[in-house]
């Protein structure tokens, strides 16, 4: 179990190069992850998303109470700077139907246990970036449904009914469950949990196989405006988190874990929604698997740069102490 525990945590920190190697492989050699069913997408997540509910515990959601105003922002900014500057994007670059839908989707969905792990690297409040993350994933089965239907819904058919039970099932029930084992069933879990890091890293390394494989001609066709698409909301994301951060005076680890918390989103989510929301628009899915990708490289990089940053930590917090 030691040896296995050690595997995991080797792939949980080299997650960047292992998702890099699996989308070049998927992309240039397509028929060598072809025997994924694309049925293994939405499993996959959930299984992903089960591993996260095993993490979480009741203390993560005191912040909401301790510093009200912080998650606030965060949800504020995640729900509404986000979708908003993907729509501004695809409205910039001319998208098509397919790639808006993308974009737009990985825009409206919350962030991911990813970002939680590049606040921690980054030397940032893990505790407020795990809260944002639990309340933004308990908000989305309402929210990002209503956000794709508000800016796609003129052009491209937005089932919301749909969309809202699909996320119940992929993310709310799986990570519902996990919390719940991890509540009454605690110390037998936590023999568990060393595992999911690897875990994590192979079930995201497989939705990547799965999207890019079936799109590596289209992704070829439209390369450059994916990737610019992409980089360009996850970059301006953190700028925008970074930025609402210090007008609202937060300490520097509040800063870094908004920042990141901001500019990450959940991109598995977005692909597995996408096959589930526009299953004729086989692009869709494009945009959250890229980002996959991109935001494991840019969180990276930008936890290196945080590691560096001297900020203070004594100014005002959310609940108006000293942080």
Sequence with gaps: MALVVRFSAFLGRFMAWVV???????????ESCLWV???????????VMFGMGLTLKADDFKVLVLSPRDVIIGCFAQFVFMPALAFAICWALGLDQALMAGVILVGACPGGTASNV?????????????????????????MTPFIVWL???????????????SIVQ???????????????????VQKAVGILPGLSVIVIAL??????????????DSGVLVFSAVILHNLLGYALGFGVAKLAKMSRARTVAMTVEVGMQNSGLASALAGMAFPALAMAA????????????SGAILATLFQRWKGRDNQVGGNGGER
């Design 20 to 30: 890099l190697a699996v989308a070049d492989i998927a992309l240039f050699f397509p």
């Design 207 to 220: 939705i990547v196989a799965i999207v890019v494989s079936r799109n590596a001609g289209k992704i070829f």
């Design 286 to 297: 494009v945009p959250g698997a890229v980002f996959s990708v991109w935001h494991n490289i």
């Design 118 to 142: 590049i606040t921690y690297l980054a030397k940032g409040d893990v505790a407020l970036s795990v809260g944002i993350t639990a309340i933004n994933t308990l908000l989305a089965p309402l």
């Design 151 to 165: 800016m796609l819904g003129a052009v491209i058919h937005v089932d919301f009914v749909s969309l809202c039970l």
């Design 37 to 47: 069913p694309v049925q293994w997408v939405s499993p996959l997540l959930a299984l």
């Design 170 to 188: 992929v993310v709310v029930v799986p990570v519902l469950l996990g919390f719940l084992l991890n509540r009454y069933f605690g110390a037998n």
